[in-house]
C-alpha cells in the first residue's frame, strides 16, 4: 500500500498545482449549474400573442388582459383582421393568435359559454403544447359571473389562420394536484439531472484528458520502468477523481439548495452511494478512452461523442416514455439515465433505498463491465 499512497500523493499535488483543471473541478461546474438551471427550462415566457377581436367588448379585453397579465404572453398586435395576424405569424411577429367572435360576450351573459378560437405557431411543437396549456388554465380560470365557461378551440398551424368549426362541448371540471411538486417547478425536475451531467463531465473527460496529458508529456513512459502493477498505477489514477467528484456533487446539491431553493426530501447518504457506484461508470469510460487516444483532443473528441448519446438517451431533454419501445430498450443502457432518475427520485420523492434498488443494481452492473473492460483495455505498455 505504500507505493499507492506516494502515488496517490503525486496524483492530488499535480491536480491542485494545475490551475486550469482546479477550474474545471469547481469553479466552472457550480458555473455552469447556475447558468444552464435558468437556461434549461421547459418554461415559455413572453409568448408574442396577437389578438383579432371582432367583438371588442369589455369580456373581450377582460380576458386578454388577463393574459397579459400572468406574465406569459405579451401582445404583439390587436385589429379584427385575420390576414394581418396571419402574416405577423407568418414572419415571426406573433406565437398565438386569440380570435373573438362577434358574440363572445352576448354568449357569455346568454348562455353562460362562449366558444374562442387559438392559432399557434406550431414549428417547435413542445414550446406550441406548453403555449396551449397555458392558454388553456388561463382561459379555464376566468369567468365573468358564477356559471360561465370559455371554452378554448386550440388550432396548431405554421402559417395559417383559417376558421374551423368547433362543436359543443361538456362542462367537467378537474381537480388537479401535483405531487412531489406541487407548484410545478422546472428547477425542482431538472437541476438534478444538470448535477448528474456535470459529475458526469467531471468522471469521464477529465479522466481521459489526466491520462492522455502525461502519456503527451512522456511521463507514463518513466512508469514503465518502475515496479508498480497495473492496477495500482490505475487506481492511483481514478481514486483523487472520484473522490473529486463527489465533493463536486456536494458543493453542486448545497448551492442548488442555497440558490434554487431545491428540496432534499430523501437520503444524501443514499445519493452518494449512488453517485459512487456510478462514478465506476463514468471514470471506466474515461480510462476506455485513454486507451484509445493519442492526444488530449482525440481524448476530448472520443469522450464526448460517448456522452452526447448517454445525455440525448438519458431523459434529460425528452422523457424517456415518449420515445419509441426500440429507443426505450436502448436507454436502458445508459448509466446517465439510472442515475437521473435516483437523483430525482429521492431529492423530489424522498425515496428510500427499496424505491432505487433497481436503478442501483443496474449501475452496479454497468460499473463492474466498464471497468473492467477499460482495466484490461489500458496497457502501460501502449501508454
Same mark, same amino acid.
Given at each position: ?6 502515488? @496517490? ?7 491542485f498545482r494545475d490551475r486550469v483543471i482546479l477550474g474545471m473541478l469547481f469553479v466552472m461546474p457550480l458555473f455552469q449549474l447556475l447558468l444552464l438551471a435558468n437556461s434549461a427550462t421547459f418554461e415559455v415566457r413572453g409568448s408574442k400573442l396577437y389578438v383579432v377581436d371582432h367583438d371588442r367588448s369589455s369580456a373581450s379585453r377582460g380576458l386578454v388582459e388577463r393574459l397579459i397579465a400572468s406574465g406569459r404572453f405579451v401582445q404583439s398586435g390587436y385589429g379584427s383582421s385575420a390576414e394581418i395576424a396571419s402574416e405577423a405569424m407568418l414572419n415571426r411577429k406573433a406565437d398565438a393568435i386569440l380570435t373573438f367572435p362577434n358574440d363572445f360576450e352576448r354568449n357569455l ?13 406550431? !414549428? ?24 360561465? /365557461? ?11 389562420? /383559417? ?16 405531487? &412531489?411538486?406541487? /407548484?410545478?417547478? &422546472? @428547477?425542482? &425536475? ?62 453542486? @446539491? ?104 433497481? !436503478? ?24
Amino acid at each position: 500500500m505504500r507505493p499507492l499512497r506516494f502515488l @496517490l500523493r503525486k496524483e492530488f499535488t499535480q491536480i491542485f498545482r494545475d490551475r486550469v483543471i482546479l477550474g474545471m473541478l469547481f469553479v466552472m461546474p457550480l458555473f455552469q449549474l447556475l447558468l444552464l438551471a435558468n437556461s434549461a427550462t421547459f418554461e415559455v415566457r413572453g409568448s408574442k400573442l396577437y389578438v383579432v377581436d371582432h367583438d371588442r367588448s369589455s369580456a373581450s379585453r377582460g380576458l386578454v388582459e388577463r393574459l397579459i397579465a400572468s406574465g406569459r404572453f405579451v401582445q404583439s398586435g390587436y385589429g379584427s383582421s385575420a390576414e394581418i395576424a396571419s402574416e405577423a405569424m407568418l414572419n415571426r411577429k406573433a406565437d398565438a393568435i386569440l380570435t373573438f367572435p362577434n358574440d363572445f360576450e352576448r354568449n357569455l351573459v346568454r348562455d353562460g359559454r362562449a366558444v374562442l378560437q387559438v392559432i399557434l405557431n406550431a !414549428e417547435d411543437g413542445a414550446a406550441a403544447a406548453i403555449t396551449s396549456s397555458y392558454l388553456q388554465q388561463i382561459v379555464s380560470s376566468y369567468a365573468l359571473e358564477p356559471g360561465t /365557461e370559455v371554452v378554448p378551440s386550440i388550432v396548431q398551424a405554421a402559417s395559417r389562420a /383559417e376558421p374551423v368549426p368547433v362543436r359543443g362541448r361538456a362542462n367537467i371540471q378537474l381537480d388537479e394536484r401535483g405531487w &412531489y411538486n406541487p /407548484e410545478y417547478e &422546472y @428547477l425542482a &425536475y431538472m437541476i438534478p439531472a444538470i448535477l448528474v451531467v456535470l459529475v458526469t463531465i467531471v468522471g469521464s473527460l477529465l479522466t481521459a484528458m489526466n491520462i492522455v496529458r502525461e502519456k503527451e508529456a512522456g511521463t507514463l513512459e518513466q512508469l514503465n520502468v518502475t515496479p508498480v502493477s497495473r492496477g495500482m498505477f490505475i487506481a492511483a489514477k481514478l481514486i483523487p477523481l472520484w473522490s473529486l467528484a463527489l465533493i463536486e456533487l456536494a458543493l453542486g @446539491l448545497g448551492l442548488a439548495r442555497l440558490v434554487f431553493d431545491i428540496p432534499i426530501r430523501g437520503s444524501l447518504a443514499l445519493i452518494f452511494l449512488g453517485a459512487a457506484i456510478y462514478l465506476l461508470v463514468a471514470l471506466g469510460i474515461g480510462l476506455w478512452t485513454s486507451s484509445v487516444a493519442a492526444t488530449q483532443q482525440q481524448a476530448m473528441f472520443v469522450t464526448y461523442s460517448i456522452l452526447l448519446i448517454y445525455l440525448l438517451m438519458s431523459g434529460l431533454f425528452t422523457p424517456v416514455r415518449g420515445m419509441p419501445e426500440w429507443a426505450q430498450a436502448v436507454a436502458q443502457l445508459s448509466p446517465v439515465m439510472h442515475f437521473t432518475q435516483l437523483m430525482r427520485a429521492v431529492l423530489l420523492k424522498g425515496a428510500g433505498f427499496m424505491d432505487v434498488v433497481r !436503478e442501483l443494481a443496474w449501475l452496479s452492473v454497468m460499473g463492474v463491465v466498464v471497468l473492467t473492460i477499460a482495466v484490461r483495455r489500458y496497457s502501460k505498455r501502449t501508454a
